[in-house]
């Protein structure tokens, strides 16, 4: 018979995970779980989902598989588990090794010892100092009581409009939710692009020109002032310095802190978060940390980094319950994954943005590859556009990303998978990915995406970017080959000064109607035939030409 | 200006994918590609398709991303390579460096000098030797014009049923097909299961009863003994060592043999295809060949294989291209990855099936772990089964098989990337993969899987596989332990002869209703209560406890 005790701090994803694997590591352990909420191991990344009445009852975000909702009852009967609803940690004694806790209603003090002890307290919204902030309709986005005050609020206040500030991932996605009810939404952010923390800037403006043909409007590179209320102190709008926005609701989803002022005041390591090491254990060897409270690593940088995601709590807190009975797990970090849905489009990210990676100092080379994600043939087929990072000499892919209405996110975690072993883009281009016309193409999207960086980074290929095809449309000194069909040219035309159209099938026979004296950009839908174009007119002897870097499908011209 | 002659014949796939590729390197080479057929660079892997008038236009398969028919007039335009169309290579001269052709209609011949010289001529239906085996109605699949034979036969001739030879992915692909056409289809393999190259028995079985439910008709473990023709010579149906059946139409799908004769009169290294380097080189440094008539390396057994598939051909045609114009690149090998979309359902494998692996001598475990494909409260979630095999002591992954409605085959390449890098269970336990609840789940089902088979590697998790758990339900020495709600119980029964019911968050307090006499298996839906429930049951004094692995959702247990 064991008596080892397992405090566990923290009820919500890592702190339950932990919980339930010590348990079954270790049945005689005693394990008690404290949740200073009312609700224990919801799915609160299914928030936003809740809120946009995706999800019809909020129980469903409590529930397993087979219906049960996850109450101390519950805990209790299936798993053995103490657990202290309502009751907040608000000491932790290292020296007697007992953690102090409350019960937030009544502040009735107990004190549990432990043998181990769990932090996993999460994080908590953060709210910047503004002018009314916590006025009447100002929400974030955090709790299951976040989600319903928010969803009432809409309900009984004739909200038409809604700010939200932030345009990372809770934000969008809870501005997905507002579209549901009707709202007109307007997103500000203060940088220049959207999902800032996830796609580098250009891929961002693809993803923005979609979500604005589904009615979303943005403000970027736009700081939001002060929040607006009306005579009876309920928001009416908010102030930026590009201008006043009205609205009766706004969510504030500008990041969010770690809780971590129970580690420090027990003088635990912490820098912006609680420090672990790959065992999940703090600076205290009895004291384990995992969630949204922790730093972690990123795989690729090596850096430490502030990575809350709701699958690395649970990665985190399975580590934690075997370490803590006896057993010997890691987990080394993570690659900083993203993927979010949005109407009909996603996005994805693995590894590090480009940004990221020219700031740590990598010489990279970018590859970006739109095409379909099935078969072309077949129907059904959607356009997704692969985005490639590469080390020039290296050759190792530090980080991918992917958008479009095709199937995105589970070629991010091949990518996953590829990078958690330092894939090198020779490596992916000659990986067995699966076929078969319904479901993928002969040169799967990802090895055609390595095809094309093998091109470039050997100095075959050669692209022009995004911004700089955008800078040049109105130059005199470049022209502009459209390689298209005469169909495909009359269905969008781009806005450049200098422009000949000559299908790719008669470039050979009329390349000298191409000026010798201007920069040659070539181009088409998907950059299928950029590349043969560039070939092509080098062959012919014009040396100064480019192709548009994947194609001019997926690029905003027209702002 | 070089004067490199280069001669690739066969122009299907990855002989065109060399000539393009080898143009791309080196503009001023002289690219002849020679094909018999009527037909260049289609999409062989569509065939099925138009046969099933998904795809509603052959030149479909003949197309570019942006509708171009690939004639050889294109070839000549857009890529400046020019095709023999109709022209048959007849023999190699190795000592002149020369290649005998020869037009099929005409006769015509003409020797064609070459530097470099690739070897692309695929494979050819086998047709078993098998009495009427040539007579009207009987086809194979390989050629546009078995596509649209076949589709002109069931048009014109009112065929009412068919019968597929041959449960691969061919044969099946046809089976639904000739479904979407109405017919009554019986598909008849000589082995125990469907997709006996690709998955294991038992996964076979569980898509097998899918299918059955779409109303396809299966005769396992039966050979074929010869077609039936009617008085008019035409095919009226089979006689199997079971019994016959009647068709109108039969498919021959048995297999492809390579086309390596040209080879081995060249006198060039073959075994059951050419054999190449990981150049693709053959034995005469300057004779490459690809595609589906050479021999490849499954990477994780390091065993030649034979595994014809588009998706290599591409790849291997465009390391030839490179490497014939003074280039340096690999092609190390297959995972023999597979998958398949039938009706609504798919299924996928790669690497090494749990029967070749043990035939290999691994000391293998595996682990079933069904579940949602994406997180259980979010609408639109379908299932899908993942079935993991580890090395027992390497921990290593040799090969995975998934299937179910949900999504498998992005599923399956997240798995061919770690496979690649030899990936651990540990590895994929941790991996970072996407989490978004309208996208997957916070443990994503590769995650699960992972964390199942530690359990079972470890000895904590006794599981009890499809085959014994079927075999046992009448014995009067086990008892089953149902840990299901009431609700899900009334929805499906267990035909076992000895049961209790008693839901999971009863077992701690009703432990002592198991008798102890018998061995105890405990099962649920889709397992996740399974684990805990012989946890549980350990906990209580039980020692001879096992979960139904992968719980009773998938299994067929009415036959």
Known sequence: MSDLKIVVIGGVAAGPKAAARAKRCNPDAQVTLIEKGEWISYGGCGLPYYLGATVKDLNDLMTTSWDAVRTPEFMKATKDIDTLLGWEATRINRADKTVEVKEVKTGEVKILPYDKLVIATGAENFKPPMENINATGVFGMKTPKDAVDMQNYIKTEGVESAVVIGAGLI?????????????????????????????????????????????LNFMLNTKVEKILVNEEGKVSGVQTDKGTVDAQLVLVAVGVRPCVQLAVDAGLEVDKAIIINDHCQTSDPDIYAAGDCVMTTNLISGQRVYAPMGSTANRQGRVIGTNIT???????????????????????????????????????????????????????KKL????????????????????GPGKVDKRIDTMVAALTFGATVDDLANMDLSYAPPLSSAMENLTNAA????????????????????????????????????????QKAIPAKHQLHIPIEELRARANEVPKDKEVVVFCILSTRGFEGQLILNNAGYDNVKFVQGGIQFWPLDK
Request: net charge negative; charged share 25%.
């Open 171 to 215: 934000g969008m996605e809870c501005a997905e939710a507002f579209a549901n009810w009707g709202l007109d939404v307007t997103i500000i952010e203060m940088q220049g692009s959207i999902f800032p923390q996830v796609l580098d800037a250009e891929m961002g403006a693809v993803f923005q020109n979609y979500l604005e043909g589904e009615d």
């Open 326 to 380: 006896g057993g010997d797990e890691v987990h080394k970090g993570v690659l900083n994954t993203a993927v979010c849905k949005m109407f009909d489009w996603s996005l994805g990210a693995t590894g590090l943005s480009e940004r990221v990676a020219k700031q740590l100092g990598y010489d990279t080379v970018t590859a970006i590859v739109p095409g379909p994600d099935i078969t072309h043939f077949m129907p059904g």
């Open 451 to 490: 095809n094309v960086m093998k091109n470039t980074i050997e100095g075959k290929a050669h692209d022009m970017r995004y911004e700089e095809f955008k800078s040049k449309l109105d130059s005199d000194d470049v022209v502009f080959v459209d390689l298209r069909t005469a169909h495909e040219r009359a």
């Open 384 to 403: 997704i556009m692969t985005r490639l990072v590469a080390g020039r000499k290296t050759r190792k892919i530090p980080g991918v990303q992917i958008v």
